[in-house]
């Protein structure tokens, strides 16, 4: 009965949900990568990645076009800037990493405006990530800050990068993709769509995941978004960001028991340079020596490209004077407002295509706090994060909503110029 349960579900899927698989496995578990260059060429996923994305372009419904085009106009923006900005030689790979940017927001348009097997998909996701979870653990045990060590290797075929990517070992794309999915992990438990045991299970392995990387900001993003197991599902929006407003004040005012919380947490976890960075970060003191760069003064660095010629950065000067720790402070010391009005209607884009049509849902605040995440991280670190704001989000609210919670979004219609009334009684004069 299992079997035959088995080869109908298989039957199922077609060419194009294998392919997604693929990308999902691909994106999240470092072995895949490393295994398709080793075996079959890095060319090869780059011919897939042209194919993809022509296929979303291509498949977009008549109906659809002008949403898809206002919605992906300011990506393709954007990559234009940055390609005038780097002024690249290589015109073939410059081509390729303009593609992997535009994918996962073309990939996440076409899921909302077509049926998809969503618990299939989020399935993929869920096992991906625990592997490659349990992996980073053993790995970080066996070679210590081995996933900070993938973040400052010169290129991917440096031979510790090589050898940790063998040994599916997680890097800083890893750990935080996965902290940015964990709001999607309470609300499919609040809505009834996980067991307590695989909440506890997946709960326990992020933890143990970011404390093992030792990443300071994922740590904090972790346990902030754990709050909200204590918050109710249909809170209001008014009452959520009230209550987020009194948590920012109460962190503000009590930092200095916060920071000891966190000295006495890292002691217990046996993990004290993660928590030391993170008293830094509460008590407001330059990074510790050793540790990071001087984040603050990188940050400036960007601040101050930007003041120095507000409306476009750095981009006619060509001199890249950023301090390469934000995404976003650093595309307006590069771009100035040209920039950062680009960027401003890029999430504009994402949020009204895959945050806006669930307003009226319960669990609204813990979708918008998931959005609101990787804002935050692109504010105080690198990377846009657009495999989870455009991937990986609709197919999971979609397996926690139901499959036609985008398909089932009605446009409002258009409020007739002339009154229907008279219109009819001008046919019948005629």
């Not at 929006?237 to 947490?265: E, N, P, Q």
Request: aromatic residues 16%; proline residues 4%; contains cysteine.
């Amino acid at each position: 009965m299992y079997l035959d349960k088995v080869k109908q579900f298989f039957k199922k899927l077609n060419f194009k949900s294998f392919v997604l698989i693929f990308l999902l496995f691909f994106g999240i578990m470092p072995i895949i990568p490393r295994a398709v260059s080793t075996y079959l060429t890095t060319y090869s996923y780059m011919a897939l990645v042209v194919a993809v994305v022509l296929f979303t372009i291509v498949a977009c419904r008549i109906a659809n076009v002008r949403d898809f085009i206002l919605f992906s106009l300011p990506f393709i923006l954007y990559q234009l800037i940055v390609l005038l900005f780097n002024r690249s030689d290589e015109i073939l790979l410059a081509g390729y990493q303009v593609l992997l940017f535009l994918m996962p927001a073309f990939i996440g348009y076409y899921l909302v405006t077509h049926p998809f097997y969503s618990q299939v998909y989020t399935s993929v996701i869920v096992i991906a990530y625990l592997i490659t979870g349990i992996t980073t653990i053993i790995g970080c045990m066996k070679y210590p800050n081995a996933a900070r060590v993938l973040a400052t290797t010169a290129s991917s075929q440096d031979p510790t990068a090589v050898l940790y990517d063998w040994n599916n070992i997680g890097g800083y794309q890893f750990v935080y993709s996965m902290v940015l999915l964990y709001p999607f992990v309470i609300l499919a438990f609040k809505m009834k769509r996980l067991h307590i045991i695989p909440t506890v299970i997946i709960t326990v392995i992020a933890y143990s995941v970011v404390i093992t990387a030792s990443y300071s900001y994922a740590f904090i993003l972790l346990m902030v978004s754990t709050l909200l197991f204590f918050i109710p599902r249909n809170i209001t929006l008014k009452r959520f960001v009230l209550l987020t407003l009194l948590f920012v004040l109460i962190a503000i005012l009590f930092r200095t028991t916060v920071a000891a919380i966190m000295s006495s947490l890292g002691e217990y976890l046996g993990n004290s340079t993660m928590t030391d960075k993170i008293n830094a970060i509460f008590l407001g003191k330059d990074a510790i020596e050793g540790f990071d760069d001087n984040r603050g003064e990188l940050y400036m660095l960007s601040i101050k490209a930007f003041l120095n010629n507000p409306l476009f950065g750095n981009f006619f000067t060509g001199r890249n004077l950023t301090g390469g720790h934000s995404f976003i402070l650093d595309n307006l010391g590069n771009f100035g407002l040209i920039g950062g009005g680009v960027m401003l209607f890029m999430y504009r884009g994402i949020f009204r295509t895959f945050v806006k049509p669930l307003k009226d849902q319960a669990g609204y605040c813990f979708v918008l706090w998931a959005f609101i995440q990787p804002f935050i991280l692109s504010t105080i670190n690198t990377g846009m994060w657009l495999d989870n704001l455009c991937l990986f989000t609709p197919i999971i609210l979609c397996f926690i909503y139901g499959r036609d919670i985008y398909l089932s979004r009605v446009d409002e219609k258009p409020t007739p110029l002339v009154q229907v009334n008279v219109l009819k009684s001008k046919v019948r004069n005629e």
